[in-house]
């Protein structure tokens, strides 16, 4: 089974851009739907963006016009870049993998903090 590992969180002021990365252990060419998820201390987790069947991108309304998801298939991997940072954008972010007859994959997790 394909394992997930985030990596590219951290501490950022508002205004500051991240990049997430999701690195996939195996390959991910056959996974239409893919994506992230964030949670927030005391709030349930919420989409942030995903890839749908098609290769269609949806964004939470929060995000959009500031968070980018995009995949590699060749180097399985699933990215989010993530700019003008807010402090309501501090959570959790998970990215997932949902592969067709199967049980979504998830990923431990990496940190988020918007602060100044």
């Known amino acids: 089974q394909v394992q997930l590992v985030e990596s590219g969180g951290g501490s950022v002021q508002p205004g500051g851009s991240l990049r997430l990365s999701c690195a996939a252990s195996g390959s991910i060419s056959g996974i239409s739907r893919m994506g992230w998820y964030r949670q927030a201390p005391g709030k349930q987790r919420e989409l942030v963006a995903r890839?749908?069947?098609?290769?269609?991108?949806n964004y939470a309304d929060s995000v959009k016009g500031r968070f980018t998801v995009s995949r590699d298939n060749a180097k399985n991997t699933l990215t989010l870049q993530m700019s003008s940072l807010k402090p309501e954008d501090t959570a959790v972010y998970y990215c997932?993998?949902?592969?067709?007859?199967?049980?979504?994959?998830w990923g431990q997790g990496t940190q988020v903090t918007v602060s100044s």
């Open positions: 890839f749908t069947i098609g290769g269609t991108t």
């Open positions: 997932y993998a949902d592969p067709p007859g199967r049980p979504i994959i």
